[in-house]
């Protein structure tokens, strides 16, 4: 079975990835007939029977984050969806890929190694970022 781990990566990423779960969550939630495998594509199922959306929101300013975590859907998701930083980059590429970004590469890959861990086998990784921003194209050159 093919799993996907979806990465939103700067401002952009996130609100898109953002928009994107609303979609996977909606068509979960109102379908029926939404076949079990289609759920393990997106989501894993914990322990308790409950599906978590496998996806990482990655910022290094707050802003973009903070507001996917006030949105309708922020119950899907726990702190280990998210990796922020506090300064941001200024929509710097240097800043993004090797200051800002570098500090914050052992949290995304903690994180996002838990989440393949979930899977049953290799998944596929979806890198959602713009790339006119600091974090979206040096933080998404930099992973």
């Known amino acids: 079975m093919t799993e996907v781990i979806t ?17 996977y969550i ?11 495998y289609n759920q393990a594509v997106n989501f894993h199922e914990d322990s308790a029977g409950s599906y978590v959306p496998r996806g990482l929101f990655i910022d290094t300013d707050p802003t973009g984050t903070d507001l996917m975590q006030e949105s309708a859907i922020k119950h899907w998701f726990n702190d ?5 930083g506090s300064d941001g980059t200024g929509t710097n590429y240097g800043e993004g890929r090797y200051t800002s970004g570098r500090e914050q590469m052992p949290e995304i890959q ?8 979930s899977c049953d086998s290799s998944p596929i990784i979806f890198m959602i970022a713009s790339s006119g921003g600091g974090t979206g194209s040096g933080l998404s050159d930099l992973i």
Not at 16 to 22: A, T
Not at 110 to 117: C, V, Y
Request: aromatic share 8%.
């Open 26 to 36: 909606q068509e979960k939630d109102n379908n029926q007939k939404y076949e079990k």
């Open 80 to 84: 280990d969806h998210y990796s922020t």
């Open 110 to 117: 903690d994180k996002l190694r838990k989440q393949a861990e």
């Open 7 to 23: 990465l939103g990566i700067g401002g952009a990423g996130v609100s898109v990835c953002q928009n994107l779960w609303d979609h």
